[in-house]
């Protein structure tokens, strides 16, 4: 792996229901906030809510954009959730595929 970092990353969100998550994954796609979002179905998650562990069955959604689109997809998964404190985080993206690497930078856009 080389030192060089793109401006390529990685936005991860779960949802409760495929619905929700397709919802979300084509806006975003729709809206070139993201080149391609991949859903990943039957994951189980654990965590502490309002003073509780919970169980949930959840959706992630595995989100392809370029660091500039950032805050603009960020705003789009907080306004089409359903959750009250959506998952967001982003992972940035040291290295890969030159062509795929292109690829998202062709089909992501800032307004």
């Given at each position: ?92 993206i040291a290295d890969g595929s030159q062509a795929y690497l292109h690829w998202?930078?062709?089909w992501v856009k800032i307004n």
């Amino acid at each position: 792996m080389s030192d060089y970092m793109t401006d390529k990353i990685i936005a991860l969100t779960t949802c409760g229901s495929a619905a929700e998550a397709r919802k979300i994954a084509h806006n975003l796609v729709d809206r070139r906030l993201a080149a391609c979002v991949n859903i990943v179905p039957g994951i189980e998650s654990i965590y502490r809510w309002k003073g509780k562990v919970e169980t949930a069955a959840e959706f992630l959604l595995i989100i392809k954009t370029t660091k500039d689109a950032s805050p603009g997809l960020r705003a789009a998964v907080s306004e089409l959730h359903s959750y009250e404190i959506p998952e967001y985080l982003e992972i940035p993206i040291a290295d890969g595929s030159q062509a795929y690497l292109h690829w998202i930078e062709q089909w992501v856009k800032i307004n």
